[in-house]
């Protein structure tokens, strides 16, 4: 079987995923920069990074159970592991906003989700064996879980702590 060259992929790739790259290039610098935000911005990232790792494992793999588990458990299992130890990176702020230090972990997480996407998309596009064996599929789904369920630990912790009626002062 003949493999394309990379120059051919990227030239096939639809436009849109270089917008939804640099799109999250950015998003990914501003995260790596200290900000205090409200509640609502707080959850909007880990939110969204949620939404969009389950749409994608839905729209590569459908709703099946081994895919759908797996991306719970991915979720979950990091979500549960790492809040309490993702406290100190965002702390209670005045009048119910939050104090959240720069990282460049989300960036990280971002090109981590948008490269196993890109792949996960490649392989599916080419109708390649792979994209088609559970172990793949259930890997892909965890991954994609374990991902985003990091975003939703560090907000987790943050709104943990403000219930716990901790302030900054």
């Given amino acids: 079987m003949n493999q394309p060259s990379l120059h051919t992929v ?23 920069r200290n900000r205090t935000v409200g509640r609502g911005r707080l959850l909007l990232l880990p939110v969204a990074m949620l939404g969009l790792s389950f749409y994608g494992v839905a729209s590569s793999f459908g709703l099946e159970l081994l895919s759908c588990l797996a991306w719970a458990l991915g979720v979950g299992a990091v979500a549960s592991l790492f809040s309490q130890r993702l406290k100190a990176s ?3 702020g005045p009048a119910g906003t939050f104090l959240v230090q720069g990282s460049w972990w989300p960036l990280a997480l971002m090109m981590a989700i948008f490269f196993i996407k890109y792949v996960t998309g490649y392989a599916l596009a080419r109708n390649l064996a792979i994209a088609f ?30 219930s716990e009626g901790g302030s900054h002062a």
Wanted: charged share 5%; proline share 5%.
């Fill in 10 to 32: 990227l030239t096939h790739t639809p436009s849109w995923v270089f917008v939804v790259f640099i799109i999250l290039l950015v998003l990914g610098y501003q995260q790596s």
């Fill in 90 to 92: 965002v702390q209670p």
């Fill in 133 to 162: 064996q559970p172990w793949f599929i259930g890997a892909v789904s965890l991954s994609l879980g374990i991902l985003s369920g990091a975003f939703f630990a560090r907000a987790g912790a943050a709104l943990h702590a403000r």
